[in-house]
Every structure is written in structure tokens, then in C-alpha cells.
């Protein structure tokens, strides 16, 4: 006997022999009912004293039947995942008349329906239709339409076939208007949350929209929260969700990325309400640092970081688990792996923190080669995109371009250079901090960053023309300190060229620091003045003089 769904106590087994009878109905593909099925419909809801619900696929076939209203049928996940539609149409039973309800409009809107109708049952007769569908994305109605109520048999036949693809024509239209404007990319809704911070969640809240458009997504709609305490379901509270979920439909996005880490439970909830893709901020990062690993270390420190988010979320993720096709939080190693089970995981872990460890080892023999060498060095850290890549290539002459992108640079990159009265030095580049670095990353980068700790100076590059300039400042240094790192620094107040002169100012009275532009040349020379006097107070001697006692004229 197929499975009757709902409100089932009480049910004796012959009326649930006759409900599961319902499951060899079939209707035409293009009509929402015939009359011989309305009045069975009608003739158990009202002899069972409750209302009934059916749901059909495109082809006309009963696929749920559920004893109770609209929210209480499980909908499948969409039939035509190439649509805008999910394929399913519900019909359901009102006892003692009225019209669709919030709730039924609300599971049209969920589930995407193609119609949703409730009838209206009398005395164990069918009366009068109430029907809705989707209203198109643009449209000045709310998100669906209500079509007129009718005596049901003057629905019967309404061109169902043809109303459905209508609506999604429209929708495709308006879906490739949308692409023509913005281009190929996923379209994403963003969250912020703020929990009483201020201008400060302003400015996360474009951080994440910087992070999102790294990641290849197309920003359609962002919302700053206020939250103070945080839904444990929904994050923002269930309102505020589906109000999100409106503005999803209506902008053509399908992914909703917030800009705090979400429980497991949380993400579940949520892609359960929404249906949208759901993404957290830690998400983003990890797919970011998967698009940008080339080399061989970079793709086992993204790997494992991934690894070890997704450890904790094998349980209860929902259908997350099952994703294997591409876009925004799938890319990588670790997330092409969703099926695999806790052990193989644990497993892989274990296999990359080995990897990690001889990578750290030839690392340690790197470093003591150019001790060996006598070559001071000089790490260039900082926020990302803050500029450090360009910096290193104007100071060592050589090297590869900056990228307007966060985290562009991954691996530790060394280029040599001349500073005046010291000679030739080593300049190291180190990938890019973040305000709440997820800590998958920063264990999974511990052995580059832990690097810095044998460099002779730090270069801290603070872009100046970024508002928060101060927050960065201090996530940097912050950050520097969990890694025990106790090095003698220079500030660098880069892209001076783009900054405010009065912000440029406020930050030099502040923090004080040189103003540079990498790309103009406006401060270099300064600075390496700086780094060379560093360097001499520490001890430090041009590699030549110290083997051979003098100083070589070309020496700039």
C-alpha cells in the first residue's frame, strides 16, 4: 500500500485503503481536474470529516497523498531543475469553504509550485475553486497571482498546460534580461548580521560583498540585520527569511550567503525554508582559497582546511550532502567528496597533516640555507588586498603583477632585492589575513605563516584608502600575535595615491607609518631607507663585507 502522509491517528485501515487508492487517479497533463476526481475528493474529505491533499506531477500522475492542508504534503525536490517551476501542482480540500490561505500561498511561493487550487467541499460535495500561481519576478502583484473563484466545474477545462508555460517563459525572459545586464555568474542575496556593531558591520557587510564578487558570484540584493541575539534556527528569525527568499525570486538569485559561520543546524533549516543554496562566510573563504591554490602545498592546506569544516557537518547538512555540481562552495578537493563517510574523511586528514609536516620540514631546510647565505629577510604581511603583492614587486624590480582580488596570492612567494647600505636582500610575500579568520585556515597555513617568525623585519601594508583602515590594522596585528610572532615592523600606508589626505593624515597621527604607492613610486625610496636601518640596528651587514671586510662600490 503506497504511503498516506499527515494527520493519520485514528484512520481506520479500510479509509486508508481508500486514500491509497487515490494513487491510481491519473488526470490530463494539461488540466488541473476532472470531475470524477473532485468528486471522490470531495466525497472522503467530508465523509472523513478532514481535509485531504493531492499532489501531481507535470504528467498528471498522483505522486503524495495527505491527509491534512497544503503544509502537510512533503514535496519532493523539483522535478525540472531547468525550469524556474518545480513540476508540481497541489490540490486540497477545504471543509466548510473559504479561500487559500497564507500558509497555502506560502507553500506555493516554497515549493515553487505550478498551481496550487483549494477546493471547497459542502456536504461532502465539491464547490467552488480558489487557484494561484506564481506571479513573474517583475510583476507589480506580490509573489503569486489568485486567479478568480469559480464552481469548480468551470476549471475543469482551463488550460493548465498552457498557463504554466507561460509563467515560465516569462520567467526565462526576464531570467536571460538579467544575465545580459550582469553577465554569467551565480546571482547571490547577501546577509549581513549586525549584533550591535555599528558602522563596523556596515563594513563587513562589504567585505562579504567583496568576497562573494571574488568568488565569481553576481551581488543581486544585499541586507544588513539587526539582530541582537541570533534566531537558533533561522539566524534572523523566520520573517525576515522569507522576506529574503521574496527578494531571491524576484532578483533571479539562488544562493543566499550570510556573512557569520552557521551551525550545521542552522544551514539545514534554512536551505529547508528557502530552498535556496546556503553559504556562510567560511564557505566563501574556502571556496576562494580553492580557485586561487595552484601549486602542490596550496591545493593540501585548502584541501585540509576544507576537510576539516566539512568533518563536523557530515551530520544533519541536508541535502548539501548530495551536491556535486559546480558554483560557489563547491569547488576544491574537500568539497568534491561530499558522499564519503567520517572514517575516510579522518582518514585523508591524516594523509594531508603528514603531507603538511615534510612540507614544514623542507621548509626548515629552506630557511637554513639562507641563513647559510647571510641574505636578511624581509616578510611583507598584511589585510588582503591590501596591496602587499604590487609593493613586493616595485621594491625586488621583478615578480608577479598584484591582482585587484582577496587572497590572489596563496604560496609564499621570494624575489630578491637591493636596499641602500645593506646590498642584496630576500623579500617573502605571505597570503593575506581576514577580520575572523576561519581557524581551519590558519592551522592549515600555520607552517607558511610560521615563517614569519625567522624573518628579520615585517613590512605590515595597511591599504589607506580602505574605510576601516584601523580595524585591519589591528586584525593583522592581532593575528600576528596568536602566531607569537616578535619581529621589528614597518607600517606601510599603501595605495597613498587613492587615499583621502585627511584620512591619510589621521592614519599616520594614529598609527604612524610611511605613505607609499607601489605604482607610483611616491614613497619607495623612503621606505627602503627605513627597512635598511631596521635591518643595521639589528646587526645586520651586506653579505659581501661580511665575508670579505669591505664594501663594494656598486653598492646603492
Do not use: C
Amino acid at each position: 500500500m503506497e504511503q498516506i502522509f499527515g494527520r493519520t491517528n485514528g484512520l481506520k485501515p479500510s479509509e486508508k485503503k481508500r486514500l491509497a487508492n487515490l494513487y491510481r487517479r491519473k488526470v490530463p497533463a494539461d488540466r488541473l481536474l476532472t470531475a470524477e476526481l473532485a468528486g471522490t475528493l470531495a466525497g472522503l474529505s467530508g465523509e472523513l470529516e478532514k481535509p485531504l491533499s493531492l499532489l501531481f506531477d507535470r504528467s498528471g500522475h498522483v505522486i503524495r497523498v495527505a491527509v491534512g492542508d497544503a503544509k502537510e504534503v512533503p514535496i519532493p525536490e523539483r522535478a525540472y531543475v531547468e525550469t524556474r517551476l518545480s513540476g508540481y501542482r497541489l490540490v486540497h480540500t477545504h471543509l466548510g469553504g473559504g479561500g487559500l490561505s497564507r500558509p497555502d500561498l506560502s507553500t506555493l511561493f516554497l515549493h515553487r509550485l505550478d498551481v496550487i487550487a483549494a477546493l471547497e467541499v459542502e456536504g461532502g460535495q465539491p464547490r467552488a475553486l480558489h487557484l494561484a500561481q506564481l506571479s513573474p519576478p517583475k510583476a507589480e502583484q506580490e509573489d503569486w497571482q489568485i486567479l478568480p473563484s469559480r464552481p469548480y466545474h468551470e476549471y475543469l477545462e482551463w488550460d493548465l498546460g498552457g498557463a504554466v508555460s507561460a509563467l515560465e517563459e516569462e520567467l526565462s525572459r526576464q531570467a536571460r534580461v538579467l544575465d545580459l545586464q550582469d553577465g554569467s555568474g551565480e546571482r547571490a542575496i547577501l546577509v549581513g548580521v549586525d549584533r550591535g556593531e555599528g558602522t563596523q558591520a556596515e563594513v563587513d557587510l562589504a567585505e562579504l560583498a567583496e568576497l562573494a564578487r571574488t568568488a565569481g558570484a553576481i551581488v543581486a540584493y544585499k541586507e544588513l540585520v539587526y539582530r541582537p541575539v541570533l534566531d537558533a534556527r533561522y539566524v534572523v528569525g523566520r520573517g525576515k527569511i522569507e522576506d529574503l527568499q521574496s527578494k531571491a525570486y524576484h532578483e533571479n538569485a539562488a544562493t543566499l550567503i550570510f556573512g557569520l559561520e552557521l551551525s550545521p543546524a542552522q544551514a539545514r533549516e534554512l536551505e529547508a525554508a528557502t530552498s535556496l543554496k546556503v553559504l556562510d562566510r567560511t564557505q566563501l573563504i574556502l571556496d576562494i582559497f580553492a580557485q586561487h591554490a595552484r601549486t602542490p602545498e596550496a591545493k593540501v592546506q585548502v584541501e585540509l582546511a576544507q576537510l576539516k569544516y566539512l568533518l563536523p557537518r557530515l551530520v544533519g547538512r541536508g541535502k548539501d550532502l548530495s551536491r556535486l555540481g559546480g558554483g560557489i562552495g563547491t569547488r576544491g578537493p574537500g568539497e568534491t567528496k561530499l558522499e564519503v563517510d567520517r572514517r575516510r574523511l579522518q582518514d585523508r586528514i591524516a594523509e594531508l597533516t603528514r603531507k603538511l609536516r615534510e612540507i614544514a620540514g623542507r621548509r626548515q631546510e629552506t630557511r637554513r640555507q639562507r641563513e647559510r647565505a647571510g641574505l636578511p629577510v624581509v616578510s611583507v604581511v598584511g589585510y588582503t588586498n591590501a596591496g602587499k603583492t604590487t609593493l613586493m614587486q616595485a621594491l625586488a624590480k621583478k615578480g608577479e603583477p598584484g591582482e585587484n582580488k582577496l587572497f590572489a596570492t596563496l604560496r609564499p612567494l621570494t624575489r630578491r632585492g637591493f636596499l641602500p647600505k645593506l646590498g642584496e636582500v630576500l623579500y617573502t610575500d605571505t597570503v593575506g589575513f581576514i577580520r575572523h579568520m576561519p581557524d581551519e585556515l590558519l592551522e592549515a597555513f600555520r607552517s607558511t605563516l610560521e615563517e614569519l617568525r625567522d624573518a628579520d623585519v615585517l613590512v605590515h601594508v595597511l591599504d589607506a584608502s580602505q574605510e576601516g583602515a584601523l580595524e585591519r590594522y589591528a586584525v593583522v596585528e592581532q593575528i600576528l600575535a596568536e602566531l607569537e610572532v616578535e619581529v621589528p615592523r614597518v607600517l606601510v600606508l599603501s595605495k597613498a595615491d587613492r587615499a583621502d589626505g585627511y584620512d591619510l593624515e589621521f592614519l599616520r597621527e594614529r598609527l604612524g607609518g610611511l605613505a607609499v604607492s607601489a605604482l607610483s613610486g611616491v614613497g619607495l625610496p623612503e621606505l627602503k631607507q627605513a627597512l635598511a636601518e631596521k635591518l643595521i640596528a639589528k646587526g645586520m651587514r651586506p653579505a659581501v663585507w661580511a665575508q670579505t671586510g669591505y664594501l663594494p662600490d656598486f653598492m646603492p
